[in-house]
């Protein structure tokens, strides 16, 4: 059970670092906690969707790829600038 909880701590703190770079790299900082830990996670997914599906190399940390994470959250974070109309 305590192992489970820390990997989805390990995940959260991961998924909020990789939204916060992706804010900061689009120049789109102004966003809640919330939203930075949603904005990382669904980088950290399509990152690793992304990296695995055409098995491109990687800087693996403890299973997550993180520069695929990255480029997966910037994505992200430009289409929600534009969906919001705040590009």
Do not use: C, E, N
């Not at 909020?16 to 789109?28: E, H, P």
């Not at 693996?60 to 919001?84: D, K, N």
């Amino acid at each position: 059970m305590s192992g489970q909880i820390l990997r989805i701590i390990y995940y959260l703190v991961v998924a909020f670092v990789i939204g916060t770079a992706a804010q900061y790299i689009t120049g789109y900082h102004k966003q809640r906690v919330f939203t930075t830990f949603v904005l990382g996670f669904i980088g950290v997914i399509a990152g690793d969707l992304i990296a695995s599906h055409f098995s491109l190399p990687d800087l693996y940390f403890f299973g997550i790829s993180i520069i695929w994470s990255i480029f997966g959250a910037v994505v992200f974070v430009l289409l929600f600038r534009i969906i919001r109309g705040q590009w």
